[in-house]
């Protein structure tokens, strides 16, 4: 066991440094460390991947080690008194139609087995056959595709265990405020704002904590980064996390729109990774899961001083967000295909157009697996990142975990798929997250998107 450190650095408050930052509010042993978390915004951070209007919470995963853990995240939000988590209207269980063109995603039947087989009752799964049986629970009139499958509590009659499955949604910017108003109520953390710009590193490459300006620094025995798709501006992590950037577009709805589309179902797509949550505030968005687009910049190396890296140019991908160009543009081949979804799922709105788009970024693994662990060669520092587009239903459970794992208590077999991988196993990979669950094109290069469009735009 590692001894317990003094001081604790989380630097970035999303949804992996928010819950580790209370989970160790939570634990014994801690109550002498002192915590603090930094991020370079204001709480809740504008262009974080933690804070939009919904996130998808689901436990069909096809591994059954996060389809577990999935299920015990969902345990707590469907708790729904003001004082949970899943309470006032921050979870909603709406159900989940996914649908592909058979043949298209075997991701799709092996999760939909998996989660028969876990739940032991036929009942909460519905496997849809055909078209018609799609469109019927929607409830949207659209629903191309020619087989799917339905999770859904209302058709079940009978009292579900702890591995029942049921998928619902929540409101990620306001799940993340009752968290934070948790974290900050607890008067142990000390929360900053500031942007770590480097990492300190010992003659012996030791992290020390960050610097925060040539003259500005933070000290701590332990740094851990939860810095999400920006991580790899801090840490050498080629091969192991990058940053993808996937496109939102947003479209307002009348009132009446609202209330009849408010007990639609999350309607997924897996064959183009289209998906619409239900509508709320008048607002709906229409997402896309796909290897999304890279955005390569060339850095120094992060590595320390001490390494034949430093000094290095690297090339990597980082977030492009509207923090860095406010009037952010999405490239035109995200949002057709945004459209071309709407049509087919919710015909009634096929001429609507978007108001606004942008894109949100995954920080994404080789296998989709979380990268939460010490590193290996620099003592003082531990990752907590690698969500993989998948992270966010782990709000209530991951922070537990995240600190077990610094304790050194973390089970198998989470602890086997969160590790460190050898140079020897991401060696020849190309970077493309292969979870099973991506559609698109791989490959796209932000860059090269948006100077297609400007060339379109200046021709026509
Ligand atoms: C469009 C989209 C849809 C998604 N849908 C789902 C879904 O339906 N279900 C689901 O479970 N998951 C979903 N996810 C994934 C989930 O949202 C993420 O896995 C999760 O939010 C990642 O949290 P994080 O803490 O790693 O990152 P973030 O929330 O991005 O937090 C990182 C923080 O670090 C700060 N930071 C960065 N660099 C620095 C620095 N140098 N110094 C100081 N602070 C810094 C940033 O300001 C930010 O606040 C989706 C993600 C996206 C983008
Ligand atoms: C899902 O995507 C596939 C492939 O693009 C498409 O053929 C199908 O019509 C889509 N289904 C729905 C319901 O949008």
Not at 268 to 297: E, T, W
Not at 386 to 415: C, M, N, Q, Y
Request: negative net charge; glycine residues 8%; hydrophobic residues 35%.
């Amino acid at each position: 066991m590692p001894e317990v450190p003094s001081s604790i650095l989380i630097v970035g408050s999303g949804v992996f440094g928010l819950s580790t930052a209370y989970a160790f509010t939570q634990r014994p042993e801690y109550a002498n460390t002192k915590i603090t978390v930094i991020d370079r915004s204001p709480f809740p951070s504008p262009d974080g991947s933690s804070i939009d209007t919904s996130r998808i919470i689901r436990a069909d995963y096809s591994d059954p080690a996060y389809a577990a853990f999935a299920a015990e995240a969902q345990t707590t939000w469907r708790k729904t008194s003001p004082h949970d988590l899943g309470g006032e209207g921050r979870y909603i269980e709406s159900g989940l139609v996914l649908v592909c063109n058979e043949g298209m995603n075997p991701y799709v039947k092996e999760s939909f087995e998996n989660v028969r087989t876990m739940c032991g009752y036929e009942g909460a799964v519905h496997e849809l056959p055909d078209r018609s049986a799609i469109e019927k629970a929607v409830k949207t009139g659209g629903g191309s595709g020619n087989w799917g499958y339905l999770t859904q509590l209302l058709l079940c009659e009978i009292e579900l265990t702890d591995l029942d499955q049921r998928s619902g949604w929540a409101d990620a910017q306001a799940s993340m405020i009752f968290l934070h108003h948790l974290a900050s109520s607890t008067n142990r953390i000390t929360f900053l704002i500031g942007t770590a710009t480097s990492l300190i590193f010992s003659p012996s490459s030791s992290v020390l904590g960050v610097n925060l300006s040539p003259s500005q620094q933070l000290h701590a025995d332990l740094t851990i980064l939860a810095t999400g798709a920006w991580t790899p501006s801090l840490i050498d992590l080629r091969g192991r996390a990058t940053a993808t950037g996937q496109t939102l577009c947003y479209l307002p709805l009348t009132s009446l729109e609202q209330a009849s589309l408010s007990s639609m179902p999350i309607f997924f797509n897996m064959s183009d990774g289209c998906f619409i949550i239900p509508p709320r505030n008048q607002i709906l968005k229409v997402a896309r899961h796909a290897y999304g687009y890279s955005n390569p910049v060339t850095i120094r190396n992060p590595s320390p001083p001490s390494t034949a890296a430093y000094e290095k140019q690297i090339t990597i991908s980082l977030p492009r967000t509207t923090w860095d160009e406010p009037q952010q543009l999405v490239p035109s081949e995200g949002i057709a295909a945004s459209r071309t979804a709407l049509i087919s799922m919710i015909p009634s709105l096929s001429t609507r157009a978007f108001t606004s788009a942008r894109m949100c970024w995954y920080t994404d693994t080789p296998t989709g697996d979380f990268l939460i662990t010490h590193h290996p060669s620099h003592s003082g520092l531990f990752l907590a990142t690698g969500g993989s587009g998948h992270g966010f239903k782990f709000l209530p459970v991951i922070g537990e975990r995240i600190v077990d794992a610094v304790g050194g208590t973390l089970e198998t077999p989470l602890r086997e798929r969160w590790r460190w991988r050898s140079d020897e196993e991401i060696e020849g990979l190309n970077g493309d997250c292969e979870d099973g669950s991506r559609s698109g094109q791989p490959g796209l290069v932000l860059r090269e998107e948006m100077e297609r469009d400007a060339k379109k735009g200046s021709k026509s």
